[in-house]
Structure formats: C-alpha cells, structure tokens
C-alpha cells in the first residue's frame, strides 16, 4: 500500500511563506500532478514531500508509514520514495547500466560493488524494457542519449529501488514539444503499469490534465483546487484557476436560478451559483460559429482567425458592442475575417460574483 496524505503542511523560508496549509491525498497506484506558476512552492512541496526539506507544520504520511509527523522527520533514505528532476541528473561519467546500477546500489564500494553490479545486469535490462529503451543504449553514455532517452533512463534509475512513491519534478520540461508529449505517455504508462503512486510537478497545465488523475492547482503556496482533470478544467473554483488551466470566454451575466442570461443568449450555469450581476466563464471549444446568419440576436463578426494547426481560434465582436468572445474550431473550414456567425453555446457555463 502506497498512498499519499499530506495534511496541514506549511513551511517558510525566513519571512516568506512558501507552503501554507497544503493537504492532498493521492490513492495507492495513482498519479496527481501539481500545476502552478513559477515560485508558487510546487519544488518545495516535493522536497518536504521526499526528507530534503523538514516542514515547520503538517505531516506526510506514505501507506502505513508516517515519515513526518511534530518531531519525527524520517531521513530521505529510509523513505522508499524515487525522485526524477527536472534534468534527469545522470552522471555524465558513467554508462546507461551503471547510472541505472547505482539505483539498485546496496552500499557495497570497490570489486564487491562491481561484481553487484554485474548481477544486476540482468535487472538493468529490465528496468531498460520498463521504461522503453532497447538494452542496446546499456552501455552508451548519457551525452550519446536524446533528452528524451536521459529522462527515461533517469526514471528507470529511480524504479531500480522499487520506491512506493515517484515524485516528478518538471521531467518534461527541457524536451522539445513533440519529444515532451511522447516521453510523458511512456512514463505514465510505465508508472501504471508498475502499479506506483506518484506526483507529477509542472508549470504546464496540458501536462498536468493530460497525465493525472487528480490535478492540484497551486498559487502562493496554497492550492486553489483539487480534483479530477476534467472536474477542474470544466468548473474551476474561481476564475484564477480557471485562466491558470486554459483558454477562457468572459461575459458579463446576469444569473438567477442557476442560469445566466449573457449577450449569447440564456445558458444554464452550475448549481449554487451566485445570483445577480456575474462573470460568465466558457471554455472555447463550447462556442459554436456558424457562418452566414446576419440578423440572428447571437451573433457576430469574426475580426481574427489564429491558425493553430490542428483548430483555430477565432476572435469575434459580438453585435451592439457587447464584448467580444474567443472561439474554438476545427481548421478545415473555419470562418474567415469578415464572416457574420451564429454563436451558440454547449453545455455549462461557470458564473462568478463580480470582482
Ligand atoms: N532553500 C531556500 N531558501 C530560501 N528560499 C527558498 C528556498 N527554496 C525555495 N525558496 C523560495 O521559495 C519559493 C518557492 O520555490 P519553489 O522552488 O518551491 O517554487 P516552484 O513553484 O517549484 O518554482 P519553479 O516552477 O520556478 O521551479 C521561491 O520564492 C523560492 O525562491
């Protein structure tokens, strides 16, 4: 059993407080990624999280293993816990097997550590398989690796312990997108596989969604929300978490009874939602611009259409001045400048008092 729960954990550096109050349970086998912008505490939150760091409240409790509780502050050693940083961190001096054989290194120095080693051998090969490498790249030193390749013989080191918690600080980010994307499948993949719990850090909010079950968005040291991707992305608790995880369409509303009455027309909102004068926040992919109405009450002018290979997203200014909204759509066909369009919207709006 490996899950996650830390409770109440602060911790300052000098006067500033980096960690305020932070809980998070992460279930045995499952991932959580923590999104947040740079300096918001996410690094810190793994180091009190893995013994580098003690924090000054709170506790970390890993299966049935409290390693942080009031004075009991269990060394990084003893915890059973694999870190992957941000560079992978390789020894630039040793082989592929040998980077991933210190990993399963017992303390043993000199020959006995080389005879180890070479019974580790078939271990290596293993943990190569494990992270989707050929055991050709064995013997190849780091520099010889793509970065994509360094991050995965860094992750299969930290496997070689077989810890019951990997924590991921930022592994993707040095990766170019394309290389980025594929790399994050396969160590999703790999830690589901092995069945492992893990936290994943990152600043990127497609990363997060994309390779988590539950996603916690940081800000100043606390988290704003916790929850499951499409949870978080469709009914962020407030509109900094919302603009933090992706694009947004805000509208002036007025809202009563959990449906909010916008420039587009009614549309319903989320259930409890603040009554009266509102900020109405949609996703863009929930728009629909249809093109050639020209007296319908929702529509508008498309004023700007930026490509994005896959979609588009248009700019459009909505009739009698009402604001202008951001659409989603598919690059075949999309409207051009110019174009007069229909707006509907999908699905459930978020309102949010006024600020
Ligand atoms: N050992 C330390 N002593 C003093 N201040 C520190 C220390 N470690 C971190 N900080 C400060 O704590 C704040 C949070 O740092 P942290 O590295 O946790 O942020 P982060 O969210 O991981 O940022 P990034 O995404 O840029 O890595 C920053 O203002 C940082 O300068």
Redesign the pocket.
């Known amino acids: 059993m490996s899950r996650l729960v830390i409770s109440g954990v602060s911790k300052s550096?000098?006067a500033?407080r980096?960690l305020d109050h932070i809980d998070l349970d992460v279930p045995d086998g499952t991932a959580a990624a923590v999104v947040?912008a740079?300096?918001?505490?996410?690094?810190?939150l793994l180091r009190v999280i893995a013994g580098f760091e003690a924090p000054d409240t709170g506790s970390v409790q890993l299966g049935t293993e409290t390693v942080v509780r009031d004075n009991v502050c269990l060394p990084p050693q003893r915890r059973r816990i694999g870190y992957v940083a941000q560079d992978g961190a390789l020894f630039p001096h040793l082989s592929v097997a040998d980077n991933i054989a210190y990993g399963l290194d017992t303390g043993l120095r000199g020959a006995a550590a080389r005879l180890r080693r070479h019974r580790d051998r078939d271990r290596v090969t293993e943990l190569l398989a494990m992270v989707s490498l050929d055991p050709g790249f064995a013997d190849r030193l780091p520099h010889q690796l793509s970065g994509g390749q360094q991050q995965r013989v860094a992750l299969a080191r930290a496997l070689a312990r077989k810890p019951a918690l990997m924590l991921l600080d930022?592994p993707f980010s040095a990766l170019d997108t394309g290389l980025r994307a594929t790399t994050r499948q396969a160590v999703a993949e790999t830690l589901r596989a092995a069945g492992m719990t893990s936290i994943l850090?990152t600043?990127d909010q497609e990363e997060a969604l994309s390779f988590a079950e539950q996603v916690a968005v940081m800000r100043d040291g606390r988290f704003t929300q916790v929850g499951p991707p499409q949870h978080v992305y469709h009914h962020p608790a407030d509109l900094f978490t919302a603009h933090f995880l992706g694009d947004c369409v805000l509208l002036d509303a007025l809202c009563e009874a959990d449906i909010a009455k916008s420039a587009l027309g009614p549309v319903p909102v989320q259930q409890h939602a603040p009554t009266g004068q509102t900020t109405l926040m949609l996703r863009p992919e929930q728009l629909t611009a249809q093109v050639g109405t020209t007296d319908h009450p929702h529509s508008g002018t498309v004023t700007e259409v930026d490509f994005r290979g896959p979609d588009v997203i248009l700019t459009i200014d909505l009739a009698e001045g009402a604001g202008t909204v951001k659409v989603r759509r598919t690059g075949t066909q999309a409207p051009a400048r110019g174009d007069r369009v229909r707006l509907t919207i999908q699905g459930t709006a978020m309102a949010y008092e006024k600020s």
């Open positions: 550096f000098g500033t980096v947040g740079s300096g918001c505490g996410k690094t810190t930022e850090v600043h």
